[in-house]
């Protein structure tokens, strides 16, 4: 069975850092392409960023991009989102997704057959 | 990178169809049948009901199914039942290795 289980997610001020992690099993994790996804307060789903099974191709949306990293470590199974420069508006729940065919790029399409409970960041001074 | 259009709220009576739709560009859903569909209670994590415009992944009710015209996309909930209250987000390939989701619609059935 699949299992996503995110962690990381606090308070922190306007400006300051912070690291989600994503501990993945049930699967073969380097494998597959991974995301994040995040959800502000009785808001739609916003993708994050999304990163190939081989972690050398990251991608990101426009609104992160320059502030917030993508990494991977298939050796421990973990994905990572490195959160800098935190706004207001990226407080949000922060899922890990899998998607939902294997391959080692990110390439399109990408559907995630498997996410995690997310794991609350806010951003408050 | 323009967050899908969604209309707010649907609702319908059990037995009945009801059609989600979800609005984008020529720069996404009008482009790539790269449509996907998702379903999410509250205080749970979203499920994959449709990929490909019109695929249902294994375990996904036959009542639910996707289309696709012009710049938009639809999610169609047939013979709807009590446990279809919930919300639904739609998602498109946005070009540039991106993607792009809707803002959601509220399913309610009467």
Not at chain 2, 76 to 98: F, P
Request: charged share 15%; glycine share 12%; aromatic share 12%.
């Amino acid at each position: 069975e699949v299992q996503l289980l995110e962690s990381g997610g606090s308070l922190v001020q306007p400006g300051g850092s912070l690291r989600l992690s994503c501990a993945a099993s049930g699967f073969t994790f380097s494998s597959y392409p991974m995301t994040w996804v995040r959800q502000a307060p009785g808001k739609g789903l916003e993708w994050v960023s999304g990163i190939s099974g081989n972690g050398l191709s990251p991608h990101y949306a426009d609104s992160v991009k320059g502030r917030f990293t993508i990494s991977r470590d298939n050796s421990n199974n973990r994905l990572y989102l490195q959160l800098n420069s935190l706004r207001a508006e990226d407080t949000a729940l922060y899922y890990c997704a899998k998607v939902r065919v294997m391959s080692s790029a990110w390439y399109p399409p990408y559907y995630f057959d498997s996410w995690g409970q997310g794991t609350q960041v806010t951003v408050s001074s | 990178q323009s967050a899908l259009t969604q209309s707010r709220s649907v609702s319908g009576s059990p037995g009945q169809s009801v059609t989600i739709s979800c609005t984008g560009t020529s720069s996404d859903v009008g482009t790539y049948n790269y449509v996907s569909w998702y379903q999410q209670y509250p205080g749970e994590a979203p499920k994959l009901m449709i990929y490909d415009v019109t695929k249902r992944p294994s375990g996904v009710p036959d009542r639910f199914s996707g289309s696709k015209s012009g710049n938009t996309a639809s999610l169609t909930i047939s013979g709807l039942q009590a446990e279809d209250e919930a919300d639904y987000h739609c998602c498109s390939y946005a070009g540039g290795y991106t993607l792009v989701f809707g803002g959601g619609t509220k399913l309610t059935v009467l």
